[in-house]
């Protein structure tokens, strides 16, 4: 194991080290399922700056610390505190690791995502624009921010609009969480890898080997016909007629009318989230799939999330999910159709 030390702001919630040629990425925070917060961000900046630059360093990996997962996500509670306090904390965390996603998504040299258990929200961030996206049999892949009156932000919006049919669509509204094999036919993932194989990839790449985007089948320990096996390709079809078009309330109401159980469960997902988030989502994940760029999603994203921090949802189902945990938030609006299509449109513009 090589010796992993903190970066530039001191924290020791994520740690780096020269192994080989492969500079390694480790976020500490396995309490917290390595939960985002502006220090690692601005020490992963920096570092991700000084190995650019760095000829000792052919490659990056990103990895996470314990058994959990790579990354549940931006520190929400930190972003709603800073923001009930009335400083720009909130803003200023989402500025910075927008600027980490797109650091990483334009790096000159390979990046390594090691996706492996739960990666959420500004872990996908993190991890979905790699060179090499190693999910594995514990992946646990999300976008689920319309349950604390969010949106999927960090660039996701950018391949979900660009997923199978209307696949996207249903991850990004539902929060649905996927498996790793479904993350590869939505395109979030290059391929699926049984975990146990990882140490002896990374070394591989370390000894200055080829870096497989989609690693192949690694004897006992290789996945079999993980890179096809999921439930989301049996579930285009009902899934491509309920979410066509632009109007989330007529999504809705098709879900619920929709014989397929799947399809029912999946309007109930929705009825119980920010109503204002649900709409806010469909309208990025429909602009989105007109973007030239990551860079382009992310200014977009930069507006609508200073935005919605401003409206009580966020704040909201932040308590009611993660500070007093009583799981009954009271949105700004009862239901989808109460929703002003002009409340939406006000969103997006700065």
């Known amino acids: 194991?090589?010796?992993?030390?903190?970066?530039?702001?001191?924290?020791?919630?994520?740690?780096?080290?020269?192994?080989?040629?492969?500079?390694?990425?480790?976020?500490?925070?396995?309490?917290?399922?390595?939960?985002?917060?502006?220090?690692?961000?601005?020490?992963?900046?920096?570092r991700l700056t000084a190995w650019e630059s760095d000829d000792a360093i052919a490659a990056v990996s990103i990895e996470g610390a314990g058994e959990k997962?790579?990354?549940?996500?931006?520190?929400?509670?930190?972003?709603?505190?800073a923001h009930l306090a009335g400083g720009p904390g909130g803003v200023d965390f989402w500025a910075d690791e927008y600027a980490l996603d797109a650091q990483i998504a334009q790096f000159p040299k390979p990046v390594i995502a090691v996706m492996d258990g739960v990666v959420m929200g500004g872990g996908l961030?993190?991890?979905?624009?790699?060179?090499?996206?190693?999910?594995?049999?514990?992946?646990?892949?999300?976008?689920?921010?319309?349950?604390?009156?969010?949106f999927p932000d960090v660039a996701a919006t950018y391949l979900l609009s660009r997923a199978p049919g209307e696949l996207g669509t249903h991850m990004a509204m539902t929060g649905a969480t996927i498996t790793g094999a479904d993350a590869v036919h939505v395109g979030l993932a290059d391929g699926v890898v049984d975990s146990a194989r990882i140490p002896g990839l990374l070394a591989d790449v370390a000894a200055g080997g080829p870096i497989e985007a989609a690693p192949g089948p690694g004897g006992e320990g290789s996945v079999p016909g993980s890179a096809t096996e999921g439930s989301l390709a049996s579930a285009r079809e009902w899934i491509d007629e309920c979410y066509a078009g632009d109007d989330p309330g007529v999504i809705l109401?098709?879900?619920?009318?929709?014989?397929?159980?799947?399809?029912?469960?999946?309007?109930?997902?929705?009825?119980?989230?920010?109503?204002?988030?649900?709409a806010v989502t469909l309208e990025a994940v429909r602009r989105a799939a007109d973007a030239t760029s990551v860079r382009e999603v992310l200014r977009t994203d930069t507006i609508v999330s200073a935005n919605l921090l401003s409206r009580p949802d966020f704040s909201e189902g932040v308590r009611a999910l993660l500070v007093d945990k009583d799981k009954q938030p009271r949105w700004e609006h009862p239901d989808l159709a109460s929703v002003p299509r002009t409340a939406v449109l006000e969103l997006f513009s700065q």
């Open 69 to 81: 997962g790579l990354c549940a996500g931006g520190d929400v509670r930190a972003v709603r505190e």
């Open 253 to 278: 109401q098709r879900l619920r009318g929709h014989p397929s159980p799947h399809a029912q469960a999946a309007a109930e997902e929705i009825s119980v989230r920010s109503p204002l988030s649900v």
């Open 1 to 46: 194991m090589p010796d992993f030390t903190p970066g530039s702001t001191g924290t020791d919630e994520v740690l780096f080290a020269r192994d080989g040629v492969l500079g390694r990425i480790l976020l500490n925070r396995p309490k917290a399922i390595n939960s985002l917060t502006r220090e690692m961000v601005v020490a992963m900046q920096a």
């Open 125 to 150: 961030g993190i991890s979905m624009f790699a060179d090499a996206r190693w999910a594995t049999e514990r992946s646990r892949i999300a976008m689920p921010e319309t349950m604390i009156g969010f």
